[in-house]
């Protein structure tokens, strides 16, 4: 089974419609993730096949995957199955310190004076 691991990885879902009755299908459709194949006429045993993408974003690996529809449709039946791909969830946490020395401040003190002129 697939599985995602981190957001910009793309999801390639590839579906595949197959009449299985034993008459002929008419503007057979199959949709997913707005991709969409047909309208097309499919006799016994043919299928129809759709491929669509989905990238990956942050809220699709915090939910825990993601899943696809894809729906079947024909003017005489209709189908529909998901695909599910799970996220691989890696909760981690890591912290990191320093610490710096400096010098204590050495000791000052402040000097103020004033000049005037005297005897002039």
Excluded at 4 to 28: K, P, R, W
Excluded at 83 to 88: I, K
Excluded at 101 to 117: I, L, N, Q
């Amino acid at each position: 089974m697939a599985t995602i691991s981190a957001a910009g990885q793309v999801v390639e879902y590839m579906f595949v419609a197959t009449n299985t009755g034993n008459v002929t299908l008419h503007d057979c459709t199959l949709e997913v993730l707005n991709s969409l194949s047909g309208p097309v006429t499919l006799a016994p045993g043919q299928e129809l096949s759709v491929v669509a993408n989905h990238t990956v974003t942050q809220a699709d690996i915090d939910a825990g995957g993601v899943s696809a529809t894809a729906q079947a449709r024909s003017a005489e039946a209709s189908g529909s199955t998901t695909v599910d791909v799970l996220a691989e969830q890696r909760p981690g946490l890591a912290v990191a310190g320093g610490a710096t020395v400096s010098s204590p401040a050495a000791p000052s003190f402040g000097v103020a004076g004033r000049a005037r002129v005297l005897g002039s």
